[in-house]
Protein backbone atom coordinates (compact mmCIF):
# COMPACT_ATOMS: atom_id res chain seq x y z
CA UNK A 1 0.00 0.00 0.00
CA UNK A 2 0.84 3.44 -1.18
CA UNK A 3 -0.14 6.62 0.44
CA UNK A 4 -0.06 9.93 -1.31
CA UNK A 5 -0.91 13.21 -0.05
CA UNK A 6 -0.98 16.30 -2.58
CA UNK A 7 -0.92 19.74 -1.35
CA UNK A 8 -0.10 23.48 -2.25
CA UNK A 9 -3.17 23.95 -4.54
CA UNK A 10 -4.99 27.32 -4.40
CA UNK A 11 -5.59 30.38 -6.17
CA UNK A 12 -3.42 32.35 -8.97
CA UNK A 13 -3.48 34.97 -11.57
CA UNK A 14 -3.23 34.15 -15.06
CA UNK A 15 0.88 34.05 -15.74
CA UNK A 16 1.50 33.33 -11.75
CA UNK A 17 3.30 30.30 -10.33
CA UNK A 18 2.01 27.78 -7.42
CA UNK A 19 4.38 24.81 -6.61
CA UNK A 20 2.64 21.50 -5.76
CA UNK A 21 3.68 19.13 -3.81
CA UNK A 22 3.04 14.75 -3.22
CA UNK A 23 4.05 13.77 -0.06
CA UNK A 24 4.48 9.52 -0.33
CA UNK A 25 3.88 7.23 2.65
CA UNK A 26 3.75 3.22 2.68
CA UNK A 27 5.98 0.67 0.46
CA UNK A 28 7.00 3.73 -1.01
CA UNK A 29 10.36 1.65 -2.34
CA UNK A 30 8.55 -0.26 -4.77
CA UNK A 31 7.94 3.09 -6.64
CA UNK A 32 9.37 3.46 -9.72
CA UNK A 33 7.97 6.17 -11.29
CA UNK A 34 5.60 9.14 -9.67
CA UNK A 35 3.42 11.28 -12.03
CA UNK A 36 1.20 13.87 -11.87
CA UNK A 37 -2.37 14.43 -13.81
CA UNK A 38 -4.80 16.73 -13.61
CA UNK A 39 -8.59 16.79 -14.58
CA UNK A 40 -11.16 19.24 -15.12
CA UNK A 41 -14.78 18.05 -14.10
CA UNK A 42 -17.07 16.68 -17.29
CA UNK A 43 -13.08 15.56 -18.95
CA UNK A 44 -10.71 12.83 -18.44
CA UNK A 45 -7.97 12.52 -16.16
CA UNK A 46 -5.08 14.05 -18.12
CA UNK A 47 -1.57 13.20 -17.50
CA UNK A 48 1.20 16.43 -17.02
CA UNK A 49 4.52 14.80 -16.27
CA UNK A 50 6.18 11.99 -14.35
CA UNK A 51 9.70 12.03 -12.92
CA UNK A 52 11.82 8.27 -11.95
CA UNK A 53 12.79 8.24 -8.36
CA UNK A 54 16.21 6.71 -9.32
CA UNK A 55 17.72 9.29 -11.65
CA UNK A 56 14.99 12.01 -11.59
CA UNK A 57 14.16 11.16 -15.32
CA UNK A 58 11.45 13.87 -16.32
CA UNK A 59 8.32 13.54 -19.07
CA UNK A 60 6.10 16.18 -19.46
CA UNK A 61 2.86 16.85 -21.62
CA UNK A 62 3.13 19.19 -24.72
CA UNK A 63 1.06 21.66 -23.25
CA UNK A 64 2.71 22.40 -19.71
CA UNK A 65 6.07 21.30 -21.08
CA UNK A 66 8.53 24.54 -21.02
CA UNK A 67 6.16 26.08 -17.75
CA UNK A 68 5.96 22.84 -15.37
CA UNK A 69 9.01 21.58 -13.76
CA UNK A 70 8.67 18.18 -11.56
CA UNK A 71 11.38 17.34 -9.22
CA UNK A 72 11.75 14.85 -6.25
CA UNK A 73 13.31 14.61 -2.21
CA UNK A 74 14.18 11.15 -2.01
CA UNK A 75 14.88 11.57 1.86
CA UNK A 76 11.33 13.08 1.99
CA UNK A 77 9.29 10.37 0.06
CA UNK A 78 7.60 13.74 -1.61
CA UNK A 79 7.61 14.89 -5.24
CA UNK A 80 7.14 18.25 -6.52
CA UNK A 81 5.09 19.96 -9.30
CA UNK A 82 6.47 23.64 -9.84
CA UNK A 83 4.02 25.18 -12.64
CA UNK A 84 4.88 29.16 -14.21
CA UNK A 85 3.40 31.29 -16.57
CA UNK A 86 0.06 29.62 -15.36
CA UNK A 87 -2.68 29.35 -17.68
CA UNK A 88 -6.72 29.77 -17.29
CA UNK A 89 -6.33 26.13 -19.28
CA UNK A 90 -4.39 24.95 -15.88
CA UNK A 91 -7.28 25.17 -13.61
CA UNK A 92 -7.78 21.50 -12.34
CA UNK A 93 -7.72 19.22 -9.90
CA UNK A 94 -3.98 17.62 -9.88
CA UNK A 95 -3.11 14.08 -8.77
CA UNK A 96 -0.08 12.30 -8.45
CA UNK A 97 -0.23 8.94 -8.76
CA UNK A 98 2.31 5.72 -8.83
CA UNK A 99 2.23 2.43 -10.14
CA UNK A 100 3.22 -0.99 -8.43
CA UNK A 101 3.20 -3.90 -9.64
CA UNK A 102 -0.03 -2.55 -12.24
CA UNK A 103 -1.81 -0.70 -9.70
CA UNK A 104 -1.88 2.72 -10.08
CA UNK A 105 -2.71 4.73 -6.17
CA UNK A 106 -4.08 8.16 -6.48
CA UNK A 107 -4.02 10.66 -4.39
CA UNK A 108 -7.20 12.92 -3.18
CA UNK A 109 -5.95 15.99 -5.31
CA UNK A 110 -5.36 19.50 -4.91
CA UNK A 111 -7.51 22.65 -7.02
CA UNK A 112 -5.46 24.82 -8.82
CA UNK A 113 -7.86 27.80 -9.87
CA UNK A 114 -6.36 30.38 -12.28
CA UNK A 115 -8.18 33.43 -12.89
CA UNK A 116 -8.09 36.01 -14.92
Known amino acids: QVQLVESGGGLVQVGGSLSLSCAAS????????MAWFRQVPGKEREFVGS????????YYADSVKGRFTISRDNAKNTVYLQMNSLKPEDTAVYYC?????????WGKGTLVLVSS
Open 51 to 58: ITWSDSKT
Open 97 to 105: NTRITGMDY
Open 26 to 33: GRTSSSYV
